[in-house]
């Protein structure tokens, strides 16, 4: 199906763990963008990609490393999780950089760390 | 840097009332475009208008509407005879011309509740 899909949408870890967050997108937009989602905070940047190998912090960057190997895909891993990273985490892509233009965001990934 | 302010954190009404939905943004860019997207609960974000700072006529779509002021920077969002499926988490967005300000910068969201 066209979209923008992540995965899994519920994830539940422990502290110190690896975890990953995927982030697919079928409409082969260049610029994909992570966002996390915390109560009295609404959503805040992590990383950006403007494109395949190409990627910048946004405002939250510290715990979380990103790779874009290819256009449509946009992981995020969380190398040693910590408490502090539970939220919700929401993927988004958009068809260029210009601030014009709208970003598609996908359904979300509700990530505990206990 | 830009900033978004939402100072309405929640706002409960009964079905039929009218409700609007503050925004009020700082940015130094001239050009700018400000967004709302809605978040209902089932949790994903759904895009409700673009307005680019150029632009300051109002506007309606059904029973939504949009009242743009550069004056007070101020972008505030209508809902005319709400509905309990407007019930939702709105969100009020800022996105400059260039560089980190290129970013969407979003406030924290106003949860607004619809009781029939």
């Known amino acids: 199906d066209a979209g923008i899909t992540q995965s899994p949408r519920y994830k539940i870890t422990e502290t110190g763990r690896q975890v990953t967050l995927m982030c697919h997108q079928t409409?082969?937009?260049?610029?994909m963008f992570w966002y996390r989602q915390d109560l009295g905070h609404g959503l805040r940047l992590i990383y950006y990609?403007?494109?395949?190998?190409?990627?910048d912090k946004g405002e939250v960057p510290d715990g979380y490393v990103v790779s874009r190997s290819k256009t449509e895909n946009f992981p995020l891993t969380l190398e040693s999780a910590t408490r502090s990273q539970t939220s919700v985490y929401f993927c988004?892509?958009?068809?260029?950089?210009?601030?014009?233009?709208?970003?598609?965001f996908g359904p979300g990934t509700r990530l505990t760390v206990l | 840097a830009q900033k978004v302010t939402q100072a309405q954190t929640e706002i409960s009404v009964v079905e039929k009332e009218d409700v609007t939905l503050d925004c009020v943004y700082e940015t130094r860019d001239t050009t700018y475009y400000l967004f709302w997207y809605k978040q209902p609960p089932s949790g994903e974000l759904v895009f409700l208008i673009r307005r680019n700072s150029f632009d300051e006529q109002n506007e309606i779509s059904g029973r939504y509407s949009w009242n743009f002021q550069k004056s007070t920077s101020s972008f505030n969002f209508t809902i005319t005879a709400s509905q309990v499926v407007d019930s939702a988490v709105y969100f009020c967005?800022?996105?400059?011309?260039?560089?980190?300000?290129?970013?969407?910068?979003f406030g924290k969201g106003i949860t607004l509740s619809v009781r029939p």
């Open positions: 988004a892509s958009s068809a260029s950089g210009s601030s014009y233009n709208e970003q598609f």
């Open positions: 409409w082969s937009h260049s610029y």
């Open positions: 990609s403007a494109a395949a190998d190409i990627t």
């Open positions: 967005a800022l996105s400059g011309r260039t560089g980190a300000n290129s970013k969407l910068t």
